[in-house]
C-alpha cells in the first residue's frame, strides 16, 4: 500500500541491458469468471436492487442469515449483526460514512458475516441479501473489502468507484446534465445502445477564484484515479480492522500510514510549484483556518457538501473535538519526547526500536492496532471533523459529511495537506529530538534503530564505491491534457432496467498525462552483484525560482521507482521506462467493456487478469511543468543488496520483492554534514514541459 509509494520493487532478471518483470499475470480459469461475473452484478445499480437484475434481489429476499447459522464460522459475529439488524440500521438511500461511531460499529458487524461465510456460495448469498437491505454506502464499503480480502476472491476486480457513485468525484453541474443527458448531452447511436456524453469541468471553474490560489491545483487534486488510488490506499488497512483478527500484515502498518501519506503530499507540493505555489501555511486550532473550500459537489439525495470559506474560525460545535485533540496532540508530544508510549496495561514501550516507528503510526491513525487507543486516541478522526465544517448531526443517522470524512473526496480539500502536513511536523520533531536528546543515552543502540532517524547518515553508510553511475541520459519529459472517457450510468437512477440495458452515459473530462519516456544508465560495477536501483524526483528551485539547498530540498523528493538488478562485472548498460516503475498503473478498463470481455471469456475466449487490483496512476508520475520547460531533479541512487530480497504481498497492489533498507532510503534521515556527492550518487536536472493537446499532436 503505501510502500507501493516507498520502496517495494520488482525482482527481474537483468543482463546488459536489463529488463524488468512485470507483476504476475494470470490466466482466468471458469471459477474466476463466474466469481468476477457475479460481483460485479451485485454492485450494478446498487442503489435500485429491486430493478436491475429482479432476479437477484428476489434471491437475495429468500436468504435467511438466521436460519442458516451453520453456514457461518464465527456464530458470535452472526448474532451481533442480527442484533443491530433488528433494532434498526442506517436506512437506506441516507448519506452515509465510517467516521460516525454508530455507522462504524454497524459497518463493522456487516463485514464480520461477510468474512465469516463459510465459501464463496455463503458469501454470495448474504451479499444479496444485504445489497437489498442494507444501507447502500455501508453495504459497500464492507462488501469492498470483504471481496478485497476473503482468500476465495482473490484479484476479483471490483469496478471503479468513480462508476458506482460519480458524486463524489463529479460536480454537481456534471451530475445535473448527466440526470437529464437528452437535453445536455452528446448523443452517439450504437446499434440499441445510445450513448450520451457529458463535458466535465472541475469544481468552482465558473467561480470568481482570485483569491483562492489553491483552485490552481484542481485538476490535481481532484483527479479521478488519484482520489481512487487514495480510496485503495486506506483499504489497505482500514483504521477500523484489527490485524490479529483480519490477518493484516501488522509489523510495518504504522509505518505504512506516515510514510504512504508523505509520499502523496511530496508529489502535491511539486505540483504546487508547477503553479508558482511553494509554501503550505501552517494552522492554529486557536485560531482562523487560513484555506477555504467550496467543493460545488452534491450528494445523491441531492444535499450539497458542506464548504469551508477562507480564513474561517472553527465554529462553536467542534470545540468539543478541537479539546479532545488537543489533549491527543499533547500526549503524542509526550511520547516523541520521552521516548516512551504508554500501553492500555500501564506498561512502557519505547519508540526507539525498529518497531517504534509503526507504534507512532498507530496511534496517530488511532487504528486498532494502537498500544493505547483511549489514551492517545485519534489524531486523524478527529483532525477530520474539525476541518471539514460540517454541522453535527440531529440524530446518528442524520448527517452531513465534509468531504475529509470520505476517502475517495478528502484530497479534494485543501485541508487535507495542512493536515498531514501538521503529522509530518511530529516526524520532523521526532528526527530532531532524537538527535538533539538522545543521541549521548542510545548512542550504542542508535545505529540501524528505529529508521536510523537517530541522527544523519555516516558517508561510509550510504557511499558505496564500488559502484560508479558514470552517465544517465533521460528522453525529453513532455506532459499534457487529454481527454479521458468513463461511464456513470450505474450510478444514476434508472426508470427501468430496459432504460439501464439501452442507454449509457459518459463523462469526458481533461486530465493531466505526459508522453511515456526512459532512463538510460551506464554503472560501472566492480564486480557481478546484485544490487537496487532507486529514483527520486525533487525540486530544483522554489517557488521564488531560488536554488534549492539540498539539505532543505532533499525532504520534498519522492521515490517513482526502485527495483532489484544483477550487475555484471564492468561496464552495465541499463534502460528503465517509465511504463516499468513499480508503484504504476495505467486507467482501469471501463467497465462495460470489461463486462463483455468477461462474458465472451464464459463462453470460451481466454481471459488475462493481472495479481493486483489498482496502483498509483502512471500518469501522474510527472508533475505539470510550464510551457517554456520547468527544471526539476532527478536523484538517482544505487546500493548493492546486502540481505536476501523479501517479498511483499498485498491483495490491492500486488507481490513485490523488497530491500530492507529504511522507508525512503538514503533520504529517510536530515542531511546535515555529510555532502551527497558519492559515484553510487547521480543528480540529473531535467526540464518538464508543458504542452496542450493541440501542440503535442504537431510537435515532433
Not at 43 to 49: A, D, I
Not at 297 to 302: E, G, L, P, R, V
Not at 446 to 465: A, D, G, I, Q
Request: aromatic share 20%; with cysteine.
Amino acid at each position: 500500500m503505501a510502500r507501493l509509494l516507498v520502496f517495494l520493487a520488482i525482482l527481474a532478471c537483468f543482463s546488459q541491458t536489463i529488463c524488468a518483470e512485470y507483476f504476475t499475470e494470470f490466466t482466468a480459469d471458469k471459477d474466476y469468471l463466474l466469481k468476477q461475473k457475479r460481483i460485479y452484478n451485485i454492485v450494478y445499480h446498487l442503489s435500485q436492487p429491486e430493478i436491475i437484475n429482479p432476479d437477484l434481489y428476489k434471491e437475495g429476499q429468500a436468504w435467511d442469515i438466521k436460519a442458516n447459522m451453520d453456514s457461518y464460522t464465527n456464530s458470535t459475529a452472526v448474532m451481533e449483526f442480527l442484533r443491530h439488524w433488528e433494532n434498526g440500521m442506517l436506512p437506506r438511500g441516507a448519506l452515509y460514512s465510517m467516521f460516525y461511531p454508530e455507522l462504524l460499529h454497524e459497518t463493522k458487524a456487516l463485514f464480520r458475516i461477510f468474512w465469516y461465510a463459510k465459501d464463496f456460495e455463503t458469501f454470495y448469498k448474504t451479499a444479496l441479501w444485504a445489497r437489498a437491505h442494507i444501507n447502500e454506502g455501508m453495504f459497500y464499503t464492507a462488501f469492498a473489502q470483504a471481496v478485497i480480502r476473503r482468500p476465495d476472491t482473490k484479484y476479483i476486480r471490483l469496478p471503479a468507484p468513480y462508476e458506482i457513485y460519480p458524486y463524489s468525484f463529479f460536480n454537481s453541474e456534471v451530475l445535473e446534465k448527466a440526470h437529464h443527458p437528452k437535453r445536455f448531452g452528446k448523443m452517439e447511436s450504437k446499434g440499441d445502445l445510445e450513448t450520451y456524453y457529458i463535458s466535465a469541468n472541475y469544481s468552482g471553474w465558473y467561480l470568481n477564484l482570485d483569491s483562492d490560489e489553491e483552485h490552481k491545483l484542481s485538476y490535481f487534486t481532484e483527479d479521478i484515479g488519484l482520489n481512487t488510488y487514495y480510496m485503495y490506499y486506506r483499504f489497505e488497512y482500514p483504521f477500523w480492522l484489527n490485524s490479529d483478527e483480519f490477518d493484516l500484515t501488522k509489523g510495518y502498518r504504522g509505518e505504512e500510514y506516515l510514510y504512504g501519506h508523505k509520499q502523496l503530499w511530496n508529489r502535491y507540493f511539486l505540483e504546487r510549484l508547477s503553479n508558482d505555489l511553494g509554501y503550505v501555511e501552517d494552522f492554529d486550532w486557536d485560531r482562523e483556518f487560513h484555506t477555504g473550500y467550496f467543493p460545488t459537489m452534491t450528494f445523491h439525495n441531492s444535499f450539497p457538501y458542506p464548504q469551508r470559506s477562507h480564513w474561517a474560525r472553527f465554529p462553536e460545535h467542534k470545540y468539543k473535538y478541537i479539546q479532545h485533540i488537543k489533549d491527543y496532540e499533547f500526549r503524542i508530544s509526550a511520547a516523541i519526547d520521552s521516548g516512551f508510549i504508554l500501553k492500555e496495561d500501564g506498561k512502557w514501550v519505547n519508540i526507539y526500536t525498529p518497531e517504534g516507528f509503526s507504534y507512532l503510526g498507530n496511534i496517530i491513525e488511532g487504528n486498532k492496532d494502537s498500544l493505547n487507543l483511549p489514551f492517545y486516541g485519534s489524531f486523524d478522526f478527529y483532525a477530520r471533523k474539525i476541518l471539514g465544517f460540517n454541522l453535527e448531526p440531529n440524530n446518528p443517522y442524520q448527517i452531513i459529511p465534509s468531504a475529509l470524512e470520505y476517502y475517495d473526496t478528502s484530497m479534494r480539500d485543501p485541508a487535507f495537506y495542512r493536515l498531514y502536513k501538521r503529522i509530518f511536523n511530529y516526524w520532523c520533531r521526532l528526527v530532531h529530538s532524537l538527535k538533539e536528546n538522545y543521541e549521548k543515552i542510545f548512542i550504542k543502540n542508535l545505529f540501524n534503530r528505529y529508521k536510523n532517524h537517530m541522527k544523519n547518515y555516516k558517508k561510509e553508510e550510504v557511499v558505496y564505491p564500488e559502484f560508479k553511475i558514470e552517465s544517465v541520459v533521460i528522453d525529453k519529459l513532455q506532459t499534457y491534457f487529454d481527454q479521458y472517457e468513463t461511464p456513470i450510468g450505474a450510478g444514476l437512477s434508472v426508470e427501468s432496467e430496459k432504460e439501464a440495458e439501452s442507454t449509457q452515459i459518459k463523462v469526458r473530462q481533461y486530465r493531466l498525462n505526459h508522453k511515456p519516456f526512459k532512463f538510460h544508465f551506464t554503472v560501472n560495477s566492480e564486480k557481478s552483484t546484485k544490487a537496487v536501483m532507486r529514483i527520486f524526483l525533487g525540486p530544483k528551485y522554489d517557488a521564488h525560482h531560488k536554488l534549492y539547498d539540498f539539505r532543505d530540498s532533499y525532504k520534498y523528493f519522492y521515490e517513482i521507482d526502485q527495483w532489484i538488478l544483477d550487475l555484471n562485472a564492468g561496464m552495465n548498460k541499463i534502460e528503465r521506462s517509465s511504463q516499468d516503475f513499480f508503484f504504476s498503473i495505467p486507467d482501469l478498463e471501463p467497465s462495460d467493456i470489461f463486462y463483455k470481455r468477461l462474458t465472451k471469456a464464459i463462453e470460451g475466449e481466454p481471459f488475462k487478469y493481472q495479481g493486483r487490483l489498482y496502483g498509483f496512476p502512471d500518469r501522474l508520475l510527472l508533475p505539470k511543468g510550464k510551457r517554456e520547460g520547468m527544471p526539476f531533479q532527478f536523484f538517482i541512487y544505487i546500493c548493492p543488496l546486502t540481505s536476501e530480497a523479501m517479498k511483499y504481498s498485498s491483495r490491492i497492489f500486488g507481490d513485490y520483492y523488497m530491500e530492507s533498507k529504511p522507508f525512503g532510503f538514503p533520504l529517510d534521515r536530515p542531511i546535515y554534514e555529510f555532502k551527497f556527492d558519492g559515484p553510487n550518487m547521480f543528480f540529473k536536472d531535467v526540464n518538464i514541459f508543458h504542452k496542450d493537446e493541440y501542440e503535442l499532436n504537431i510537435t515532433h
